[in-house]
T-cell receptor, first 117, second 110 residues
Framework: NAGVTQTPKFQVLKTGQSMTLQCAQDMNHEYMSWYRQDPGMGLRLIHY???????DQGEVPNGYNVSRSTTEDFPLRLLSAAPSQTSVYFC????????????????FGPGTRLTVL | GNSVTQMEGPVTLSEEAFLTINCTYT??????LFWYVQYPGEGLQLLLKATKADDKGSNKGFEATYRKETTSFHLEKGSVQVSDSAVYFC?????????FGAGTRLAVHP
């Protein structure tokens, strides 16, 4: 049981380049999400998905796209990288939502450290 | 709106000292509350949680009680170890998402 895996671990991009951060989980979780972590700001939600074929925006979605074609995978695409997207990106997953709509305990991947020059 | 406020760090303690990290929240309804921990170079992992008022979450010697009257969820440990050095995040549930505090770095020295 690998849990939540993310690739790559590190990435350097030039401004304007595009790339996809990969995230996969083998726990059959319905809920998956992407966060970015910046110093002094905690984690901010970028996009999330409550099941295959369903995605929604979080707190900071601009400049990022997601899709959820399978339960296992939830890739994050940077369309045209900007220096402001330099951050550490975490993918997380959890079981079905708690009653009332709140997210259950989330399991985090090890993160991708992205630098945009 | 929903938000979480944590005490600023870093918190620096000697081994076996008592730890308190303050966390207060603003939320509509009745959120669940969480403490996550991030060890150096790793992702976050759940430390403990509480799903309703007056619940106490506990794990690895850490405790936190969901206080609705003071909208708080302070993290405590009676005797910290060097291995507890990490960043601690308080979080609450909002519709379809978790809202995190900014995190508090703890450094424990021998």
């Amino acid at each position: 049981n690998a849990g939540v895996t993310q690739t790559p671990k590190f990435q350097v991009l030039k401004t304007g380049q595009s790339m996809t951060l990969q995230c996969a989980q083998d726990m059959n979780h319905e809920y998956m999400s992407w966060y970015r972590q910046d110093p002094g700001m905690g984690l901010r939600l970028i996009h999330y998905s409550v099941g295959a074929g369903i995605t929604d925006q979080g707190e900071v979605p601009n400049g990022y796209n997601v899709s959820r074609s399978t339960t296992e995978d939830f890739p994050l695409r940077l369309l045209s990288a900007a220096p402001s997207q330099t951050s550490v990106y975490f993918c997380a997953s959890s079981f079905a939502l708690l009653a009332g709509g709140g997210a259950d305990t989330q399991y985090f991947g090890p993160g991708t450290r992205l630098t945009v020059l | 709106g929903n938000s979480v406020t944590q005490m600023e760090g870093p918190v620096t303690l000697s081994e076996e000292a008592f730890l308190t990290i303050n966390c207060t929240y603003t939320a509509t309804g009745y959120p669940s509350l969480f403490w996550y921990v991030q060890y150096p170079g790793e992702g976050l992992q759940l430390l403990l949680k509480a799903t309703k008022a007056d619940d106490k979450g506990s794990n690895k010697g850490f405790e936190a009680t969901y206080r609705k009257e003071t909208t708080s969820f302070h993290l405590e440990k009676g005797s910290v170890q060097v291995s507890d050095s990490a960043v601690y995040f308080c979080a609450l549930t909002a519709t379809n998402k978790l809202i995190f505090g900014a995190g508090t770095r703890l450094a424990v020295h021998p």
